[in-house]
């Protein structure tokens, strides 16, 4: 149908109309995802979950009812989540993705014209979802070589009264890991409250989980698409003071965590140390990836406690060395040259020995090794 019918003009102009300001001033969260042999642009994990612990998933999935609405909180999963992560079960929220819970924490403490602030570059999430609850964001430079500065955090956050101060440590698409001492720092020198997004954490930096305890100003989100390898089923939770939580709780959908999702969370954290030794791999290839790049000189390679590298070309332009890459090598990266900081770079997620032996050999032939 021709959307001219559709009851409004065809150009769209009296529903965008009706649409908030703050909202049309965002770009939208996409991604551009051609096929390719090798993907090491989302910081999945390379390798599926084992065959049988599908089938322990699929089976407890076939056995629960699927006419009737999922557990809003299955107790049992709760209670693993908590001994897992070292925290209270009234403190723990699980979401659709920790995606969800990012949007949860936001909805339920912005109120029109409230500050954000977050280093940036970071996670586009956080921008695109404040400004869509019409609150103000405020993104905070890292130092050079993309390192927290936490000072710089702290006055901007004072002097803004930022309701919300947002860390992702470590650092989407930086690697940056926060350093020690510095969330007891925003917490001590800000009123606001600190959500740390560990999506990563599992492959270095601090985690933010022992402070849970000394201040009911904290979220912590963990996510099960990294470390844990299930981004296709969707898993995330959010550990906070039990009295946040509850009001937390209001800003995400009922039902939101269906039956299959629920059985794989279960399963993965039954199975948690065959997922860990998968870590510990990623761990060992992200450094040889990182020691093999920095021998090339056109190119300057970022340290990264994640999944990801962060490299810069320094002497071809980023958006032509990710085309061949493509192209001519069938591996897919994501090219974030686009954002001012993060001019002529690309971030490469870790995946096996052999993706990366296949990025070095790739990069060599593309921006070659002479000095
Ligand atoms: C920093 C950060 N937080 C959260 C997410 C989303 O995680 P989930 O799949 O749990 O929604 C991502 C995904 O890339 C991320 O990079």
Not at 245 to 269: F, I, S
Not at 286 to 312: G, K, M
Not at 324 to 335: A, F, K, M, Q, S
Request: hydrophobic content about 45%; charged content about 20%.
């Amino acid at each position: 149908m021709d959307p001219g019918q559709a009851g409004g003009a065809s150009d769209g102009a009296e529903g965008l109309a009706l649409i908030k300001p703050s909202v049309r001033a965002q770009s939208a969260y996409t991604l551009s995802a051609p096929t390719s042999r090798r993907k090491l642009n989302q910081n999945e994990s390379p390798w599926d979950l084992p065959a049988a612990l599908k089938r322990e998933v699929l089976a407890a999935a076939e056995a629960a009812p699927w006419h009737r609405y999922p557990e809003f909180a299955p107790p049992d999963l709760i209670a693993a989540l908590a001994a897992h992560y070292g925290w209270v079960a009234e403190g723990v929220l699980v979401g659709n993705g920790s995606n969800e819970l990012i949007q949860a924490t936001l909805a339920t403490t912005l109120e029109a014209g409230d500050v954000v602030v977050a280093p940036t570059p970071t996670f586009s999430l956080y921008r695109l979802l404040t400004g869509v609850l019409g609150g103000r964001y405020r993104p905070v430079p890292l130092g050079p070589d993309f390192v927290y500065d936490v000072d710089a955090l702290i006055e901007v956050a004072v002097r803004e009264r930022a309701r919300v101060v947002v860390l992702n440590s470590p650092n989407n698409p930086t690697g940056s890991a926060l350093p020690e001492g510095a969330v007891e720092r925003i917490l001590d020198e800000t009123g606001a409250l600190v959500v740390c997004d560990e999506a990563y954490q599992e492959f270095g930096g601090p985690t933010a989980l022992p402070l849970l305890a000394g201040s009911s100003r904290i979220v912590v989100l963990r996510t099960f698409s990294k470390a844990l390898g299930m981004a296709g089923l969707r898993f995330g939770l959010a550990l906070t003071h039990p009295a946040v939580a509850r009001e937390l709780a209001k800003g995400k959908l009922p039902y939101n965590v269906n039956v299959v999702t629920l059985a794989a969370a279960a399963a993965a954290l039954r199975h948690h140390d065959t997922l860990a030794e998968r870590v510990r791999l990623i761990v060992a290839q992200r450094d040889r990836l990182v020691d093999r790049l920095s021998a090339l000189p056109a190119l300057a390679v970022y340290p990264s406690a994640a999944n990801f590298v962060l490299i810069r070309c320094l002497r071809h332009a980023a958006r032509e060395v990710f085309r061949r890459l493509l192209d001519e090598h069938g591996i897919l990266v994501r090219d974030v040259s686009g954002a001012s900081e993060l001019a002529q770079c690309l971030r490469i997620s870790v995946g096996t020995a052999e993706d990366v032996d296949a990025v070095v050999e790739a990069m060599t032939v593309i921006v070659g090794s002479d000095r």
